[in-house]
């Protein structure tokens, strides 16, 4: 079976509201199976212009021209909005997309962001994920709340009193219960893959370095939710890399310096990097060593040819491309 490929973008890098919407058309038409964003609010790079865009705005505005295919968030910090709040949004957009959001949460890392907009970023690693914890419980919390009924929540950062939990997604979960499904990632060794046991419907690898590290932490998720009593195949098992393939050598060497990037510094980087051969390997690897969907990290929205690339030359040639390995 072929791994799920969906489009991933950095509009804090530089993107208009157009030029997202261009790529989201192109996924659709090219027949990835989604488009997905970071959330940030600071570029990491250049001038970031015309400046960042609000993520569940920009997925709405998306969800309502583009059809078909899923949208989400790869991934919303959880230091950047109310959970309340967050889950209305989510909501909204589950709504207006027909219901086909995903919310890929975590915990934040970019304190340089947090500084420039004055946002409460936590003095530890510890404190965000905590406020990731809490924020997760309280999302589904509210989604998971009967209409008629109310949520109440006592945590150490938010308390919440009578709240009815409105709107509900229009997703529901394998219990019929309204929930849009949620993406957490990260390489801790036991809280990340405990938090995705109890939370996840995927679990994210981002531009992990080697192989083995990989293997090992799709396999501490797994066994994470053995122990909590969840079939680990409850899970998709996901990687995100950068994405830059040529149809020879001169056309990939052309690409990674679009976006910035030594050519062969990336190649060795990322999997996904190099000519359509080398790509094809990276996927069949990968698929082999466990991830079932990938992310596809474009960060040159104007480039729509390199998506075309990938739908014509690649995507035909994962048929295939290896097999996840199960340890349940």
């Known amino acids: 079976m072929a791994p799920d490929l969906r489009i991933f973008t950095e509009p804090q890098q530089g993107a208009a509201h157009a030029d997202l919407l261009r ?29 960042p865009s609000e993520s569940f705005v920009s997925l709405g505005a998306i969800a309502a021209q583009v059809p078909d295919i899923r949208l989400g968030t790869l991934v919303t910090s959880a230091t950047f909005r109310h959970p309340s709040m967050l889950a209305i949004a989510a909501a909204q957009v589950d709504d207006i997309s027909g219901g086909r959001l995903e919310l890929g949460l975590g915990s934040g890392w970019f304190e340089a962001e947090h500084t420039a907009y004055g946002l409460p970023f936590g003095s530890s690693f ?30 150490p950062t938010w308390t919440l009193r009578g709240a009815p939990g409105l709107p509900k997604p229009i997703q529901r979960s394998r219990a019929d219960v309204p929930h849009i499904p949620i993406i957490i990632g990260g390489r801790g060794p036991k809280r990340t893959p405990a938090l995705a046991a109890r939370f996840a419907d995927e679990f994210n690898l981002g531009f992990p370095d080697e192989v083995e590290a990989g293997v090992a932490q799709f396999g501490r998720v797994r066994a994470a939710c053995e122990a909590a009593g969840r079939s680990p195949d409850d899970l998709v ?48 690897t990968w698929t082999t060593a466990g991830a079932q969907r990938f992310y596809l990290q474009v960060l040159d929205l104007h480039d729509v040819d390199h998506l075309d690339l990938v739908a014509r030359e690649v995507r035909p040639r994962l048929d295939g491309a290896g097999q996840a390995p199960s340890t349940s």
């Open 23 to 51: 790529v989201a058309q192109a996924a659709h038409t090219l027949g990835f199976t989604g488009f997905f964003r970071s959330d940030h609010v600071l570029t990491m790079g250049g001038d970031g212009l015309p400046g």
């Open 126 to 155: 510890g404190e965000r994920f905590d406020r990731l914890t809490e924020q997760l419980e309280i999302i589904t919390g509210l989604w998971g709340t009967p209409v008629g009924e109310t949520f109440d929540h006592d945590g």
């Open 237 to 284: 098992y996901s990687l995100a890399h950068v994405l830059c393939v040529g149809a020879d050598d001169a056309e990939y060497r052309r690409r990674a310096e679009a976006i910035g990037r030594d050519a062969d510094d990336l190649r060795a980087a990322s999997p996904l990097a190099g000519t359509v051969d080398e790509v094809v390997d990276g996927f069949g």
